[in-house]
């Protein structure tokens, strides 16, 4: 027995062996080889496709923080605005509220002195009059020295009863 004995079915199987190889390679392996390739090229693309998104979304974050950021100092302005604005106008309002309660004052202070120089008037006009009606009623009388100094007496407890 020879150890390497060739036979005519190792030999088809051999050639049925290449025979599919080629075949395969011809009509399987080029269509196969081209799928693959297809397949890494859309993975390529998606994995392409994700970064590019990836970057526009960390764009679109930054732009959105930077819009927060000035909305943030937007509003910290108008606040700020507003406090002055709301202390001007009460400095305002306080400097009116003065100013009036001072014309007040003042036209209180003249209605005073206008009263008081009328009482004065009033209490000189009495004066004068009980001072006549004094020197009336000494004259009609003609009293002695101690009878006009109580009578003068008598019109100065008078004068101090009556009101101002």
Sequence with gaps: MNPIHFDLTLVVQVLSFLLLVY???????????????ERRSQIEANIANAEKERLQAEQIKREYQEEMRKARQEAQEVIAKATKLSEQ?????????????????????????RERDRAIAQVQAQVADLSVAVAEKIIRKNLDVRGQEDMIEQFIQEVGELPC
Aim: aromatic residues 4%.
């Design 89 to 113: 106008r009460a400095a305002e309002i306080l400097a009116a509220a003065h100013g009036e309660a001072e014309k007040i004052k003042q036209s209180a202070l003249a209605d005073i002195e």
């Design 23 to 37: 075949i395969l390679r011809r009509f399987a392996w080029n269509p196969l080889i081209n799928m693959m390739e």
